[in-house]
């Protein structure tokens, strides 16, 4: 029989009850009775829509009232002590509002202290929270909470399979601060020996407990990783062989490459595989695989919400089936945290597109179907359901809707001409300069102005119906006034309309092109309580109409200074959406690309004379292997100068990104050849200008004098020791004065002195320069 199982499910709930509960609890309007109480709630529902599926382990250690890499450092007693707990001398479980404030610096209880660094799980936009880690750090078993989980799972009944981040992935997260800190791979490896009897211990109590299978989550094993991580994979899992239970490694979000040979060879029970974003491994990891290891194939897709081709797994496993009989295991490619909760909520969705689409509950009963198919012992279900896959499936590949031939005539017809604007940046620059008529540090902002509740408001009003088209419009139309007015009496050199419009950078766009669909109840985890709603791409995507000129036309006509317009990458378009998964991603992004160059030009005949085209989610669109890095950076580029290009040479073309880490990308973000790019800095004190020094960056940069993150009001002098240390790395005349990223969650009472200072730093500059 092949074992059908998953590696993790979501969390939040279908309505997003998680969520709800949290902040309630945060805001204190329930207790942390009523708190667990919802916790407890999801967790056996989601349990039993497992075994309701078919599946035949339920998956425990996968809920987390917040994250569950936080949770792993709680259960190791791996809290700052600024938390109020001192390692190994406190010997008290670590309590609930300990972990909130970790997560974000406060709880209804306890002191504040500043919160843990969050950053992105591997290629995903999920967040967790960095471990924090210190020299000579000692470790030990501070929560019990996993083993309460596991009671709550066997009281109910079912047959229990742990989940838990392994010990060299959770170090491999980590970061190792204070005195001393190197911040090289080999410190936290240095904690391996304190850690791993606690995970000693953990998998002891779980045998005691009577569970069988302990899953180790190790995808730091799909990167490229130095050799001494290498060699601590083996003394690990040597060590933790001992442990009364079965261990199933687990890694997933990519090929193993160069660490095959070490994942099958490493003495566990079982390995998992990815075997959706990197099938071709599946044969050569059976090749190697020992005889007493069972092998779990990730073949239905975690990360993306398209129906599985049941016929063509079939077959394509049927081998793997052959070769490895009972020792064959299947599930998700990896956790589903990281789709949908249920296709079933969404009653709004048309159905022929609703029957292209599986979201994590539908995943489940693909994993089971496909198991029973292999195992030749289908019911009728399972048959019905592989066929009204195969026919969805095929009416997809066809389907009028998705592929659209002037589309594929347009993208076959681009030539490298298309990429590059008239002239070099040099010449370009001085048109701009003679047209636009800056002075030496001109101010500028990134985009958007504080989104008020009364923007929010009406923007619902007009979703539901209560407001009309034109009243809605009229009401945009106020707040582009109000926002130009407010820069115009700032003395800001180039404006910005302000962005009331706009729900989402990426969901307005998505919302006037033709390719996208939008989902009710689509909501994935992001970090905490925060959960996103991405896109689903999933036809050929054009634009049938211009996007954005009227606001920004608009906005101009109220001001002489030059404003500037302003729109979403393809890059982040396609980096914060669902995919379609049946071409490449270079495809789809230079399709968007296509669209958005549309609107530049548009833009431009309309009297535009700057335009910013943000790609804020640039970077993490980064593969997890290097080796991958300059073929998706060679393609992410491309889009970009192709929505940009069109321009002619006086139109000042600028980009922003979030975030300032360039050294490994620097050449790439040159290539974008923007004439200006904005970009995250304060926080760093220009240090990280350094890469753009050091590259000699030819074109003009604004690094963000001060964070729009924290409420407090930068002081003039602040920014004009920010803009000098930047002077010393950049040459003055490409030098522009912004803040670090968009206004839309501050206030105007906020926002207005934050700018009237920044306005006067820059004038003190041109004084002194
Ligand atoms: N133009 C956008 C804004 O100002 C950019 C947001 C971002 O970089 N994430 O809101
Ligand atoms: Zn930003």
Redesign the pocket.
């Known amino acids: 029989m092949t074992l059908a199982h998953t590696l993790g499910y979501p969390r939040i709930g279908a309505k997003r009850e998680l969520k709800k509960a949290t902040e309630a609890y945060w805001k204190g309007e329930i207790d942390q009775h009523a708190l667990e109480a919802v916790g407890a709630e999801l967790r056996a529902r989601h349990w039993q829509a497992q075994r309701d599926a078919g599946l035949d382990l339920v998956t425990v250690g996968d809920f987390a009232f917040y994250d569950q890499v936080l949770n792993v450092s709680v259960l190791l007693g791996a809290v700052p002590s600024r938390f109020g707990h001192f390692d190994s001398q406190a010997d008290g479980e670590v309590d609930l509002d300990t972990t909130f404030r970790m997560a974000r610096g406060r709880a209804p209880s306890g002191q504040p202290a500043a919160a843990c660094e969050m950053t992105k799980y591997f290629d995903t936009n999920y967040h967790y929270l960095v471990p924090e880690l210190h020299a000579g750090q000692t470790f030990r078993l501070a929560s019990d909470r996993l083993f309460q989980e596991v009671d709550e799972a066997k009281v109910a009944g079912h047959p229990v399979k742990v989940v838990l981040l392994g010990p060299l992935t959770w170090l491999w997260l980590g970061k190792v601060k204070g005195d001393g800190a190197r911040g090289d791979d080999a410190e936290r490896l240095e904690l391996l020996d304190a850690v791993l009897p606690v995970y000693g211990e953990i998998l002891t109590r779980l045998a005691d407990q009577g569970v069988e299978w302990v899953q180790l989550d190790e995808p730091a094993l799909v990167q490229d990783l130095p050799p001494q991580w290498q060699q601590a994979f083996e003394a690990t899992y040597n060590k933790l062989q001992s442990a009364p239970v079965k261990l199933l490694l687990t890694t997933y979000f990519g090929t193993l490459g160069d660490n095959l040979q070490l994942a099958t060879s490493l003495p566990v029970d079982g390995l998992h595989i990815d075997a959706v974003r990197a099938p071709e491994q599946l044969a050569a990891v059976i090749d190697r695989l020992p005889a007493y290891k069972v092998l779990s194939v990730g073949a239905i897709d975690g990360r993306n919400i398209w129906r599985a081709d049941l016929a063509a797994l079939h077959e394509s496993l049927a081998e793997a089936k052959a070769r490895l009989g009972e020792r064959l295991w299947l599930a998700p490619s990896c956790s589903l945290l990281h789709v949908p909760v249920d296709l079933d909520s969404e009653t709004k969705l048309d159905t022929e597109l609703r029957s292209w689409l599986a979201f994590a509950r539908q995943k489940l009963d693909e994993v089971v179907s496909l198991s029973r198919l292999l195992d030749k012992r289908a019911t009728p279900d399972d048959q019905a359901r592989l066929e009204a896959a195969t026919a969805a499936l095929s009416a997809r590949r066809r389907s009028t809707r998705i592929h659209k031939p002037a589309v594929a005539e347009r993208l076959g017809a681009i030539t490298p001409g298309d990429t590059e604007r008239a002239s070099p940046y040099a010449p370009r620059a001085t048109v701009q300069r003679r047209k636009l008529d800056l002075p030496l540090f001109p101010t500028t ?4 102005f504080p989104q008020t509740a009364d923007i929010r408001a009406a923007r619902r009003a007009f979703k539901t119906g209560e407001l009309s088209q034109d009243a809605y419009e009229a009401k945009m139309c106020e707040e582009i006034a109000f926002a130009v007015a407010r820069q115009e009496a700032l003395g800001l050199d180039m404006p ?1 309309h302000g ?1 009331p419009e ?1 729900n989402d ?1 990426v969901e307005y766009f998505g919302e006037l092109l033709d390719g996208f669909a939008f989902t009710e109840f689509g909501w994935v985890q992001s970090y905490g309580s925060r959960c996103v709603k991405p896109p689903v791409i999933f036809g050929d995507v054009s634009r049938p109409a211009a996007m954005t000129v009227r606001w920004s036309t608009y906005a101009q006509s109220l001001t002489d200074k030059p404003m500037k317009g ?1 729109l ?1 990458g393809p890059v ?1 378009i396609l980096q914060w959406s669902f995919v379609r998964d049946d071409q490449p991603r270079a495809t789809t992004c230079r399709q968007i690309a296509l669209a958005l160059r549309d609107e530049v030009a548009d833009l431009e005949a309309a009297g535009i004379q700057a335009i ?1 085209i ?1 790609e ?1 989610a640039l970077r993490e669109g980064l593969p997890l292997r290097h080796g991958q890095w300059q073929a998706y950076l060679d393609w992410a580029v491309e889009c970009f100068k192709l929505a940009a290009a069109v321009a002619r040479d006086e139109t000042q073309i600028h980009t ?3 975030y300032s880490e360039f050294n490994d990308i620097i050449a790439s973000i040159a290539a974008l050849d923007a004439d200006v790019i904005t970009i995250e800095t304060s926080r760093s004190d220009m240090e990280l200008l350094d890469a753009f020094q050091d590259f000699a960056y030819p074109n003009e940069i604004g690094p963000g004098v001060y964070d729009i993150h924290s409420p407090n009001i930068p002081e003039v002098e602040w920014m004009v020791r920010l803009m000098e240390k930047a002077a010393e790395r950049i040459p003055l005349k490409r030098l522009w004065v912004n803040p670090d ?4 969650t501050r206030g105007w009472a906020e926002v207005e002195p934050a700018l009237a200072n920044m306005v006067e730093a820059a004038k003190e500059l041109r004084r002194r320069h």
Do not use: A
Not at 445 to 448: A, L, Q
Not at 741 to 744: E, P, R, V
């Open positions: 902002t990134i985009g958007s910005v962005e706009r950078m302003m979403t982040t910013q943000d804020p922003h990104m979030c990223c968009g206004l839309k």
